[in-house]
């Protein structure tokens, strides 16, 4: 069985998250359902930032807000100590209602606007990571209209390919993100930033990709960077304080995932920059990583009630559940697998293979294919695994469908942190076109 955090399975037979049977929740707070374990988010946290503290690394863990942003996980990763990667205005805006303090903040986005780039200088946002000239620009034409000084990073592609899915990899050289490092553009980025009276940059950023379960494309790109900022201190007398190397660190989905441990991540990639730093001789620069997936993937399960059946003989089982690619489309985006039980019979043995099915008009909204499963009645409950990340944060209302809510559990206790849409939320920014309409 694939139960990992806080999840066991009480004397009922029904699975428990945070000391939280999850029937219960789902009585309470109704189905699909976002159930997210806090004490395994926080264990999480803490395998990345100790093991730097532990061996005496100047560092910041940036939590990559995408994955899964909300006010309250915003103020989780606050308690934590670690910092926050936002990547639009929305993002920001959370975390500034978070009170989430803005030096800790960093800024992404391959097309930051203009009212953007205010909001994150008025509000003392600590770094913007720059991704292109375009934005250099008009960072700087921003920061004069404002009197106002930015620190940034400089985000480059070292031409590293991380093994995993085409659609979610980042890193490569014909990626719209980024400064290219091998053909010159890296370099003359920094020159104009190094000119710039209103920016300081603190050094370079790269991500070579998502679901990466080792660290070889990270010790690969912290070696073509040494090279280059190598060069760099010759020519422009420039030795950058900071080293991002991204997020990207894989998390278990299924048994066939096989990801290392955060202290492992953190460890190697300190040995390589060390290594990298006395072979040139250049100062040790703080290094910042940016966990998404990492942080939140596991520790979320989202519970489904199941529905409708459809049975081809001699093909495929259906089994059909109260959501969908509307509050998970990984399946249907990136053929993303999911393993799952039934919550009120966790004990169950498997009697049938049934695939999961969720309710939009979509043949290809599926959430898994195959799964062995004790046979599904009308009212049961599905608990589908390590849904944190991505989830929640690219749901949405496709056919209408309300966006399910999100609950904290931790030590026995539940917290309702964002409620479930209600139909008339979904109507909040229609207008009429004349006056027949019900209110
Ligand atoms: C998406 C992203 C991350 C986080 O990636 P995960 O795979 O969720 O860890 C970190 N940094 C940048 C720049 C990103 O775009």
Redesign the pocket.
Known sequence: MFFHGTMKVNEKGHLEVGGMDTVDLAGQFGTPLYVYDVALIRDRARGFKQTFDKLGIEAQVAY?S??FSTVAMVQLVDEEGLSL?V?SGGELYTALAADFPPERIHF?GNNKSREELAMALKNGVGCIVVDNFYELELLEEICESLAAKTKILLRVTPGIEAHTHDYIL?GQEDSKFGFDLQNGQAETALQKALNSSWIETLGLHC?IG??IFDTTGFILAAKKIFEKMAEWKEKHAYEPKVLNL????GIRYTEDDDPIQASQYVEEIIGEVKKQAEHYSMNMPEIWI?????LVGDAGTTLYQTGSRKEVPNVRNYLAVDGGMSDNIRPALYQAKYEAVLANRALDKPEETVSIAGKCCESGDMLIWDLPLPKAGEKDILAVFCTG?YGYSMANNYNRIPRPPVVFVENGESKLVVKRETYEDLLRLDLPINEKIKN
Do not use: I, L, M, Y
């Open positions: 990559a995408k994955a990667d990547v992404h980042t991500h998502s679901q991204g997020g990207g660190f940016e966990p998404g997936r990492s990340a």
